[in-house]
């Protein structure tokens, strides 16, 4: 069992940054992937990026590339997204995930999911 918690959403100015974080429990994660998604409004569900626990492997959906940053802290067992550049369409519910890896882009693969945290990205 892995317990995901998410914090650090809320409203950021288009251009501006915003770092999003995951706090994991209840297991060892050195042999899983943990990802972001993120449901916009009235949409579903969509992958933004993954990683492995061990950093050795990153991977982002098209639109946030150059822009987002997974990145992970072993000692505090928390994974972060850093969005700088921020536009309007990034805005949604912020997911983190966890899954044995590999990784991957498809939700209804992941089995353990945070509770969500809202980024509202103003024009």
Known sequence: QVQLVESGGGLVQAGGSLT???AASGRTLSNFA???FRQPPGKEREFVAFMTWSGSITY???SVK?????SRDYAKNTVYLQMNSAKPEDTAVYYCAA???????LASMWGYWGQGTQVTVSS
């Open 66 to 70: 150059g822009r987002f940053t997974i």
């Open 34 to 36: 943990m990802g972001w």
């Open 99 to 105: 899954r044995l890896a590999p990784g991957t882009v």
């Open 20 to 22: 999003l974080s995951c």
């Open 60 to 62: 982002y959906t098209d």
